[in-house]
């Protein structure tokens, strides 16, 4: 069955440090996301691209963070100066259509700042 | 805007027996999706089961069924036959198109249940 991949399961960074979560979505999917679950609460949007850009992005989706897909498979998600409020369970998610049947997540990369 | 309330921070249902978990919603969208999820200690996020707001009939995957009461705004999970793989946190979701086009995912704070032996 198709997977969403993510790497690295798990990543420390030391506050102020740039980090970069990568995601590999599903082949012919065409819309892709990125959550967010602070431990213990609700899983949260962040923000959906489509079409080479992005589509949608919540309040939490500030200018530290940046998404990009670089290539024909990969889905970055940039923090560019981490803060302690960063750890979190950073998924990935894509769908074909969107909002439909097949909405798959990554297993998730759980970011801790120290 | 989209909400999704789950009512039950924990359960706990006897290995075998039948459970519902609750999920009510609130939106004003003519169309969306409602998903059910489960999530394990080790973190991941699987998908269980999806109903279309226009399907006329509950979906079903395997043991698990979505009772679907659109008039009453409910979409509960029905897991059959609990096994204790089953302890695990459930969220349900939403889709809908003020999500916007993407129609990203609206959770619930989810409920965690335990099956015991």
């Known amino acids: 069955e198709p997977e969403v991949t993510q790497t690295p399961s798990h990543q420390v960074t030391q506050m102020g440090q740039e980090v970069i979560l990568r995601c590999v979505p599903i082949?012919?999917?065409?819309?892709f996301y990125w959550y967010r679950q602070i431990l213990g609460q609700k899983v949260e949007f962040l923000v959906s691209f489509y079409n080479n850009e992005i589509s949608e992005k919540s309040e939490i989706f500030d200018d530290q963070f940046s998404v990009e897909r670089p290539d024909g498979s990969n889905f970055t998600l940039k923090i560019r100066s981490t803060k302690l409020e960063d750890s979190a369970m950073y998924f990935c998610?894509?769908?074909?259509?969107?909002?439909?049947?097949?909405?798959?997540f990554g297993s998730g990369t759980r970011l801790t700042v120290v | 805007a989209q909400k999704i309330t789950q009512t039950q921070p924990g359960m706990f249902v006897q290995e075998k027996e039948a459970v519902t978990l609750d999920c009510t919603y609130d939106t004003s969208d003519p169309s969306y999706g409602l998903f059910w999820y489960k999530q394990p200690s080790s973190g991941e996020m699987i998908f269980l089961i999806y109903q279309g707001s226009y399907d006329q009939q509950n979906a079903t995957e395997g043991r698990y069924s979505l009772n679907f009461q659109k008039a009453r705004k409910s979409a509960n999970l029905v897991i059959s036959a609990s096994q204790l793989g089953d302890s695990a946190m459930y969220f349900c979701?939403?889709?809908?198109?003020?999500?916007?086009?993407?129609?990203?995912?609206?959770f619930g704070s989810g409920t965690q249940l335990t099956v015991l032996p």
């Open positions: 082949s012919n999917h065409l819309y």
């Open positions: 998610a894509s769908t074909l259509r969107g909002g439909d049947y097949g909405y798959t």
């Open positions: 979701a939403m889709s809908g198109i003020s999500s916007g086009s993407a129609r990203q995912l609206t």
